[in-house]
Structure formats: structure tokens, C-alpha cells
């Protein structure tokens, strides 16, 4: 078995608590409101702003010159993505300006410091972690996302939403050389980081669909 097929099994418990969780599951099904999926939107802006430094302190961090050179290569890919979803909030009749000066809910306050305490603190491979779990969901779960919102708000074409649209093909590349990357990685103490730390940003990433649930159960209620 190679080691993405482990990381993806060993990892498969924490990946379908992630898609269990309610506000998943009914946005999946029949979309959200406009003020959730805003919700939504600001919370990715302040954790997406983040990826580009995030990819740049762990290839500062790692003597692995391939591992450096993936990292180089993510960043071309993500630099400015956080501005893509500035744009989709203006298109949602939000403000995105309040959005970019404004603060993030606890739980990407959370998945941010531990990212850059992962890093710092335990090893630059532990960024892996987080590219495995952040493309993985964008794959299986942006474009399905956004058919169920489009078709809730009657909306047509990209506005709103080319975070969520360009993510869901832009990442299906990314697994792929992700895949690659990570079945390159021999040493089982490698190994044994990326699995730890994706476990953890499965529960992380979760805790902000969990927190944001509670807009959506408001929007329910009203």
C-alpha cells in the first residue's frame, strides 16, 4: 500500500465525523443561506490568507530541497487565492472590506495557531497535514457546494462563487501532486507527522462548520 493510501485510510474515522457534521450535511444536500454561506466565505478568507506564509515558513523551515520545492510550487499556485473570496463576498452583497479588516471565529483562530505551532514546534512536514485535509474537502465538496447554493439562490454563472468553482478543479491537480509528494515520504517518523497532523485538521477544520452551525440554526428558527 502506498503511503497516501494509508494516510488515507487511517484517516478516513476523522473524515467522516467532518462530513457528519450537521451544517455539512444539509448545505451538501440543499444549500445555505446567503448570510451562512457569507459566514462561510469570511472564515475562509482568514484562514486562506494565511496559506501562502504558512507554505513559506515550512519551506524555510526544512533542509528537504524536494519537499522545499513542492512547497515553492504550492505557493505560486496559492498566492492571492484570499482576494478571490473578498470578490465573492462583495458579488453576496456582503462587505468584504469589514471582512479583511475584521477578526476570525475561535476555531480559525485555533487551526491557524496550531498550523504555525505544528511548523515551528514540531515539524515543517506537518503542514502536510493541512494540505491534505484543505484540498482533499475542496475536492469532494466545492463544486457539489456550490450547484446546491446556486440553485438555492437562483443564481447564474461565476459570481459568488469562484472561491468554491475554481477550488474544486484547481485542488483535483493539487491531490494529484500531492499524491506523488507524500508517496515519496519513506521515513516512518515522516509518515507517522503527516497522519497525526491531518487527524488534527480534520477536527480543527470541523470546528468551524461546528461554530458556524449556529448561524444556521438561527437561520432555521427565524
Same mark, same amino acid.
Given at each position: 500500500?502506498?503511503?497516501?493510501?494509508?494516510?488515507? @485510510?487511517?484517516?478516513?474515522?476523522?473524515?467522516?465525523?467532518?462530513?457528519?457534521?450537521?451544517?455539512?450535511?444539509?448545505?451538501?444536500?440543499?444549500?445555505?443561506?446567503? %448570510?451562512?454561506?457569507?459566514?462561510?466565505?469570511?472564515?475562509?478568507?482568514?484562514?486562506?490568507?494565511?496559506?501562502?506564509?504558512?507554505?513559506?515558513?515550512?519551506?524555510?523551515?526544512?533542509?528537504?530541497?524536494?519537499? @522545499?520545492?513542492?512547497?515553492?510550487?504550492?505557493?505560486?499556485?496559492?498566492?492571492?487565492?484570499?482576494?478571490?473570496?473578498?470578490?465573492?463576498?462583495?458579488?453576496?452583497?456582503?462587505?468584504?472590506?469589514?471582512?479583511?479588516?475584521?477578526?476570525?471565529?475561535?476555531?480559525?483562530?485555533?487551526?491557524?495557531?496550531?498550523?504555525?505551532?505544528?511548523?515551528?514546534?514540531?515539524?515543517?512536514?506537518?503542514?502536510?497535514?493541512?494540505?491534505?485535509?484543505?484540498?482533499?474537502?475542496?475536492?469532494?465538496?466545492?463544486?457539489?457546494?456550490?450547484?446546491?447554493?446556486?440553485?438555492?439562490?437562483?443564481?447564474?454563472?461565476?459570481?459568488?462563487?469562484?472561491?468554491? %468553482?475554481?477550488?474544486?478543479?484547481?485542488? @483535483?491537480? &493539487?491531490?494529484?501532486?500531492?499524491?506523488?509528494?507524500?508517496?515519496?515520504?519513506?521515513?516512518?517518523?515522516?509518515?507517522?507527522?503527516?497522519?497525526? &497532523?491531518?487527524?488534527?485538521?480534520?477536527?480543527?477544520?470541523?470546528?468551524?462548520?461546528?461554530?458556524?452551525?449556529?448561524?444556521?440554526?438561527?437561520?432555521?428558527?427565524?
Amino acid at each position: 500500500m502506498s503511503f497516501y493510501d494509508r494516510l488515507t @485510510q487511517e484517516t478516513a474515522t476523522e473524515r467522516t465525523r467532518f462530513l457528519s457534521i450537521p451544517l455539512v450535511r444539509s448545505a451538501l444536500r440543499s444549500g445555505a443561506s446567503k %448570510t451562512v454561506y457569507v459566514a462561510f466565505l469570511t472564515e475562509a478568507y482568514h484562514h486562506v490568507k494565511h496559506t501562502f506564509p504558512l507554505l513559506a515558513l515550512a519551506a524555510s523551515r526544512t533542509p528537504d530541497e524536494r519537499y @522545499q520545492d513542492a512547497l515553492v510550487g504550492y505557493m505560486v499556485e496559492e498566492r492571492g487565492h484570499e482576494k478571490w473570496i473578498l470578490d465573492d463576498i462583495r458579488a453576496m452583497g456582503g462587505d468584504a472590506e469589514a471582512v479583511r479588516l475584521g477578526t476570525p471565529g475561535p476555531a480559525t483562530r485555533v487551526m491557524v495557531a496550531f498550523a504555525h505551532h505544528a511548523i515551528e514546534h514540531v515539524s515543517p512536514y506537518g503542514m502536510l497535514g493541512s494540505v491534505h485535509v484543505l484540498e482533499g474537502m475542496s475536492v469532494l465538496l466545492a463544486e457539489q457546494l456550490a450547484g446546491a447554493l446556486k440553485r438555492g439562490f437562483g443564481a447564474e454563472g461565476e459570481p459568488g462563487f469562484s472561491y468554491l %468553482t475554481s477550488h474544486g478543479s484547481l485542488d @483535483q491537480e &493539487h491531490v494529484v501532486f500531492f499524491r506523488k509528494l507524500v508517496d515519496g515520504f519513506d521515513a516512518p517518523e515522516v509518515q507517522a507527522i503527516v497522519i497525526d &497532523h491531518a487527524k488534527m485538521f480534520y477536527r480543527l477544520y470541523g470546528d468551524i462548520f461546528r461554530d458556524l452551525g449556529s448561524i444556521w440554526e438561527l437561520d432555521h428558527a427565524a
